[in-house]
């Protein structure tokens, strides 16, 4: 099964817009659910923040080298979960092989937080692929500038909705427990759950 959810997801092939890792991964949900249905129950989502929005991610195409993280204020990643290879991730603004496995995302791209100031920990919200697809919903508010023009160019295709939001992305963003569609893990707990 890892090869045809590989052969799914080949980077060149996957709908992609810079700057909106929330709509590109819902988009490989989709496909995922369309595509292959027995294995949307294996897929995962995970929103990465904290609650000063300062996450780090090394090994970001954003980043001028490997060796300097970019810090966003949130980002997101897709997960497969139970590979012959254990779990992979699915980035498409990695620099590191797509997919990769989660351990070496971990070493490469997220490192230790121990290494880190507390404000930059990072959290993550993991939502099932399935919930995923019938829950999230942006209006992409976030990336319009007072003037209302684009901070970076929108997809191409309609606004994500769902039947219960239009708009509900800082439900995913936020950090706090109890709260929102799926659990919150800190770094260590999220690590030792999907490795």
């Known amino acids: ?14 709908v992609y817009t810079r700057c909106y890792c929330e709509e590109n991964v819902w988009k490989l949900c989709e496909h995922v659910k369309k595509a292959c249905q027995e294995q949307i129950k294996k897929c995962y989502v995970a929103f990465i ?28 990643v897709f997960l497969h979960q139970k590979t012959e290879h254990g779990t992979m ?13 989660l351990a070496n995302y971990a070493s490469e791209a997220l490192r230790e937080d121990t290494l880190l100031k507390s404000q930059y920990h ?5 939502v099932s692929g399935e919930e995923f697809l019938c829950s999230f919903a942006s209006d992409r508010s976030h990336m319009k500038k007072a003037d ?34 799926g659990w919150i893990l800190n770094l ?8």
């Open 1 to 14: 099964m890892a090869a045809s959810m590989e052969r799914l997801f080949l980077r060149e092939a996957c």
């Open 49 to 76: 923040s904290n609650q000063g929005r300062t996450v780090p991610i090394w090994c970001q195409k954003a980043s001028k080298n490997a060796e300097t993280p970019v810090v966003w204020d949130y980002h997101v």
């Open 89 to 101: 991730v699915y980035d498409l603004d990695t620099t590191l092989s797509f997919p990769c496995t």
């Open 122 to 126: 990072r959290f993550f919200r993991v």
């Open 148 to 181: 209302g023009s684009w901070m970076e160019p929108s997809p191409a295709y309609a606004c994500i909705q769902s039947q219960e939001s239009t708009n509900n992305l800082n439900t995913f963003i936020c950090m706090e427990h109890n709260t929102g569609h």
């Open 188 to 195: 260590t707990e999220f690590l030792n759950h999907f490795c």
